[in-house]
C-alpha cells in the first residue's frame, strides 16, 4: 500500500519523519449523512430555538467562529460580528475557544475538548469516560457522537438561562438523561416535526421513538463526513504529486527538523493527541467549576487531578489550521504568524503577551485580562511549560506559515454539503 513508504520520501527535513499510516474514516450512510447535515444547523436543539451546532462551528470561520472567546445563548449575529444581546446578555462569558471540527471522524481521535474530559476509555462504561456520569453514555455510537450532548446542555452554550426554558429548566436542575429530562425534551421537540420523523423512519425504523442519542449520532455522521479535510498540498507532494512551493517545502525541513514542531504535531494529521503545557497566554474568565464565575484554568489537571498535567492541553491538529483562528485553548493569538512566534520562546511571549492579540466582542470585562495581569499566575504558568526556546528569525517564520497554509483543503473548506438554506423546524439558519 502507497501509504507504508511514506516514511521514506519525507526526507526533505532534517531526517525522515514517520507518518505512519493515512488516517481511517469509516464510511457513513449518506442518509444519515444527510440528517446530521440539517440537525447540525437547526437551532430547534438549543433551549430558546435561537442557536444551533453551526453557530460556533460554521464553515465561514473554518468550523470554529473565528472569535478569542464565544458567545453562546444571549448573543446576535454570527463569527466574528456575533454581539451580546443587550436583553438577554449572557451570565458568563464562555471560557474557551471553539475548536475547529477537521477530521474528528477519523478514528485515531480519541480526545475531546481542550481538556480531553471526553475520551475513549475502555476501563469506562460504554468504553467512554464523561465527567457527566456513566449513565451519560448509553446509546451514542462513539466518543464522537458523545461530545453533541455538551454543547446542548450548557447554559450558556446552547441549554439558555435558568428559567428561561423547558430544556434549561431540567439542565438546572440536573435531570439530563432521565424520563423527561432535558435529553426527552429536545428529542420530543424533533420527533414533533413531520420533515424529521420521516427521516428518522429511514434510518432508525418506522415509529421508531427518537431518542437525544439518535440525534447525536447522525451529527457525528455528518461531521465525519462534512469535515474531512485529507488532500491538501502537503497530503499529494507526500503521495508523489506536486511538491510543495520552495517556501513551503523550506518551513516543512523546520516543522520537520530545526523547528522541532513534530515533536508534538506528529502524523498525517499534525497532533499527538496528548496534552502538553506550552504557556499559552490566559484571558477570559478560566475554565470555571459549575456556579464559578473565574478560575485559573490548569487545563488537564481538571480531569485527571494530577499536578504534572497543570496548564496542559490537546494538541490540536494542524489541518486546516490557517482557517480556524484564533488560535490556543483561548483564542489568545488572532493570527497564525502569532502563535508560531509564541512557539519560539513560550515564557519570553507570555510575559509580553499584548491583550490587542484577542478577538473579542464590543463588551468587554476587566476580568478579561485578570491573569495576564497577575504575575504569580504568570510564574506558575511559566513553571509549567515544556518548550525550551529555539533561535528562529522572521524569515523562518514566514516559511512555517507558508508550510502550514500546504496542510489546508482547500475543497473541504465550505463543506461537502455546505450550509443548508433552510431546515425542518422552519427556524432561521446562519448562513
Sequence with gaps: MKWLIVGALLATGAEAQELGPRPVFPEMDPARVELGQLLFYDPILSGNRNISCGTCHHPRFGTSDGMSLSIGEGGLGLGPDRRIDPSNPPEHRLPRNAPALWNLGATEFTSFFHDGRLEVDPDKPGGIRTPLGAEMVVGFDSVLAAQAMFPVLAGDEMAGHYSENEVSQAVRLGHLSIKGGAWDRIAARVEAIPEYRRAFDAVLGDQTPIQFTDIANVIADFTRVEWRADDSPFDRAMLGGDPLSAQASRGQDLFYGTAGCSTCHSGWLQTD?????????????????????????????????????????????????????????????ASLQAVVRHHFDPIAALNAYDPTQAVFH???????????????????ISAANE?????????????????????????????????????????????
Excluded: C
Design 362 to 380: 464590543d463588551i468587554q470585562s476587566p476580568d478579561d485580562w485578570r491573569v495576564v495581569a497577575d504575575s504569580e499566575e504568570l510564574a506558575r
Design 273 to 333: 493527541h496528548n496534552f502538553h503545557a506550552i504557556a499559552m497566554p490566559q484571558i477570559g474568565p478560566g475554565k470555571a467549576a459549575p456556579f464559578e464565575t473565574h478560575a485559573r484554568d490548569t487545563g488537564r489537571m481538571r480531569v485527571t487531578g494530577e499536578i504534572s498535567d497543570q496548564y496542559k492541553f490537546l494538541t490540536p491538529s494542524l489541518r486546516n489550521v490557517s482557517q480556524s483562528g484564533p488560535y490556543g485553548h483561548d483564542g489568545a493569538y
Design 387 to 431: 518548550l525550551t526556546p529555539i533561535a528562529l528569525g522572521d524569515d523562518d517564520l514566514s516559511d512555517l506559515v507558508a508550510f502550514l497554509h500546504s496542510l489546508t483543503d482547500t475543497g473541504a473548506t465550505a463543506g461537502r454539503l455546505g450550509v443548508p438554506f433552510k431546515v425542518p423546524s422552519g427556524l432561521p439558519v446562519d448562513q
